[in-house]
């Protein structure tokens, strides 16, 4: 790679299963399907050079935003300093562990894990001394990738200001500066993050086979998912990665349905019950999602009232609605227009996570507004429900194999 060529392999698309011949590429230059357009790979100059400065940047910016006060909150002479930490502890404290650990894992254990991996890679693809641990970590930082969050949490602090900016007087402390720029150097970082070249370091090329035009399927060939390789349709073990091999993904549609069944199921009382307890001048409101949105739109917040309504009602209800209408296309479409069906699975793919904002607002007002009787907010039981729809939505998007969307079009029985 820093030689400045890569690849000269053939390759199946992840997406939509076209096999796409991989050219000797020039650092900088990158490979789109012929098919569907889908980015297959980007030949970056110089990776793990690249891979190991943002990463410990990144790691360097993280730990600064754990070690200074994240948040500070005034009102009427009382004073509130929070740290990224509080933020978990607030919840575990209000006995919601469950959301405590779903904002611990999203936000701070997932990206040391991810950021780990990827400066173990970097310096062994550096050294030269790849090990079969390399495999393992590979994989992680695959699956972790989804799950990275903090750009959301960002988000949601954003909106937690805003939201308070009425009521009280707000410090941005030193670890919000620094946790925007660790923000901003993971997702640097995740840029350079290609699963094909890494593999292609790692094992060296993957076995040749024959290929025409037309997708894997319909060659008797298997494209890996993993590490891009492709092998006989027969086989059942990718010879490179060692991961098992599926022409698709088993029971897509049934598993993408049971996922959106339940997220149906917890949407109602994610929407019912209140998401948010305040205390003020020592009477207690809840409040609801939509209810929430009601009250900032009325105190002219609307910004804010817009954002929550996209991120929390909109997004959810679009992502659920798009991830069944495609089910429904697989199942009983006639195969046509699979590039705009392709697309709105991307859409739905991408605007799911977004949706945690509220969770992560809630997580950070209830950590800064403790002022006792005065003013204080705590979770409300309909956090947890949320915070499962969006998680399960998420799930439903990635278990459902956008290759059959093409399937339909080839008229090929799986
Ligand atoms: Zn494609
Ligand atoms: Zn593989």
């Known amino acids: 790679m820093s030689s400045g060529k890569c690849h000269e392999q053939a390759t199946a698309c992840d997406h939509c299963d076209w096999v796409n011949v991989m050219p ?10 012929a098919r569907c357009g889908h980015l297959i790979v980007t030949c970056h100059p110089n990776a793990p050079q690249q891979l190991l400065s943002n990463g410990c940047a990144a790691v360097l910016m993280f730990i600064m935003s754990l070690c200074f006060v994240f948040l500070g909150f005034s009102s009427q002479g009382s004073h509130q300093r929070i740290t990224l930490l509080d933020c978990v502890y607030g919840l575990m404290g209000e006995h919601y562990i469950s959301l405590g650990i779903i904002v611990a894992l999203t936000l701070l254990v997932l990206p040391v894990v991810y950021l780990s991996a990827v400066l173990l890679i970097a310096l062994a693809l550096r050294q030269g001394r790849l090990k079969s641990i390399h495999y393992g970590l590979t994989h992680t930082i695959s699956a972790l990738q989804p799950w990275l969050m903090v750009d959301v949490f960002l988000l949601g602090g954003l909106v937690a200001l805003v939201k308070l900016h009425s009521l009280a007087e707000i410090e941005l402390g030193l670890s919000f500066w620094a946790f925007c720029a660790f923000t901003l150097c993971l997702f640097r970082t995740v840029s350079f993050v290609d699963k094909r070249w890494i593999w292609h370091c790692l094992c060296g090329p993957a076995p040749t086979v024959a290929v025409r035009s037309g997708s894997a399927l319909s060659q008797g060939l298997k494209g890996c998912q993993y590490c891009g390789a492709l092998v006989s349709a027969d086989t059942h073990q990718c010879s490179r990665c060692h991961h098992i091999l599926h ?60 954002v929550i309504f996209v991120a929390s009602i909109l997004v959810p ?32 793919e991408f605007i799911g ?3 945690m904002v509220d969770v992560f607002v809630v997580a950070i007002l209830s950590a800064l507004v403790q002022l006792g009787p005065m003013m204080n907010i705590i979770p409300g039981v309909a956090a947890i429900s949320f915070a499962a729809v969006v998680i399960l939505t998420m799930l439903a998007a990635m278990s ?15």
């Open 353 to 355: 996570r977004w949706s």
């Open 317 to 348: 209800v679009t992502k659920i609605l798009m991830l069944f209408w495609l089910c429904w296309q697989i199942r009983f479409g006639h195969g046509e227009h699979e590039k705009p069906t392709q697309r709105i699975y991307h859409i739905a």
């Open 24 to 33: 000797s590429m020039q650092a900088g230059e990158q490979l789109h399907c």
């Open 400 to 414: 459902f194999d956008s290759r059959l969307i093409w399937d339909k079009s080839e008229e090929i029985t799986i």
């Open 247 to 306: 022409q698709r993904k088993q029971g897509s549609l049934n598993n993408t349905l049971a996922l959106l069944f339940a997220s149906c199921a917890l949407y109602f009382p994610a929407n019912f019950f209140p998401i948010m307890i305040t205390t003020f001048l020592g009477s207690s409101e809840p409040s609801t999602i939509m209810g929430g949105v009601i009250l900032l739109w009325g105190m002219k917040s609307y910004l804010v009232a817009g």
